[in-house]
């Protein structure tokens, strides 16, 4: 009896389910990976229960936040729900150049907007 056939379908179907699995793995983002902590492969970060997007009153002070570790959408969506989560806050977070320009309507100290992002697993490199 010849085996030769069933051992090829063997293989190749071993190969199939690998790249199958290695697909699934890798979720939304292709350039992280999944290991910049944005949560878009069930990551580690904790979600804050504000929606993004809300109105603040007048604009009391600006922040410049000069980020890094932001590798996709969902890195930014992340960045710019935890800051808003802080009462008082409305934020822009773009991906080039990472960076979060954030307006308050009351003043709030730069250590708990870089907290709010740290809690994400992203780094603050400066606040200007």
């Known amino acids: 009896m010849n085996f030769a056939p069933y051992l090829i379908g063997a293989v190749f179907l071993a190969f199939f389910v690998l790249a199958v699995r290695r697909i699934i793995k890798r979720g939304p983002c292709d350039q992280c990976h999944g290991g910049c902590g944005c949560g878009c492969h069930g990551g580690t970060s904790k979600s804050p229960k504000q929606p993004a997007g809300k109105a603040i009153g007048s604009v009391v002070a600006q922040r410049v936040l000069a980020l ?54 992203f780094r603050v490199l400066s606040v200007s």
């Open 68 to 121: 890094d570790g932001l590798h996709c959408a969902n890195c930014v969506s992340c960045v710019k729900t935890a800051l808003e989560a802080i009462p008082g806050v409305s934020a822009e977070v773009t991906l080039d150049p990472q960076r979060a320009v954030v307006r308050m309507d009351r003043a709030i100290p730069d250590e708990t907007l870089q907290k709010a992002v740290e809690e994400q697993g």
